[in-house]
């Protein structure tokens, strides 16, 4: 399976922006998709998680509020909508395919992961 993010660029504060994550295809353990993220010098930061199944989604306490995270059955592919960016949320956001009934906030809990788009907010 490969997974392929994209959407990623430079804003400003305030800005929005919508990342996309498409899966090439969905295999049966594969029950939904997550958003980690990683500013340089830190530890890659668990951001939000959907199932494609409906229900509600999981998101990171830092950013409650401003992230939506949505999903396109039918295109294999999940979305995380970013309002009222801050330079702070500047990092490589990463999807994963997640297999996991349990959400899992640790990067370790996941095997499969997209190449990465950068996100830069500028102040």
């Known amino acids: 399976v490969q997974l392929q993010a994209s959407g990623g660029g430079l804003v400003q504060a305030g800005d929005s922006l919508k990342l996309s994550c498409k899966a090439s295809?969905?295999?049966?353990?594969?029950?939904?998709m997550v958003w980690f993220r990683q500013a340089p010098g830190k530890e890659r930061e668990f951001v939000a998680t959907?199932?494609?199944?409906?229900?509600?989604?999981t998101y990171g306490n830092s950013v409650k509020g401003r992230f939506t995270i949505s999903r396109d059955n039918a295109k294999n592919t999940v979305y995380l909508q970013m309002n009222s960016l801050k330079p702070e949320d500047t990092a490589v956001y990463y999807c994963a395919i997640r297999t996991s009934l349990v959400v899992l906030t640790t990067p370790s809990g996941y095997d499969y992961w997209g190449q990465g788009t950068l996100v830069t907010v500028s102040s």
């Open positions: 959907i199932r494609w199944s409906g229900g509600m989604p």
């Open positions: 295809q969905r295999t049966f353990n594969n029950i939904g």
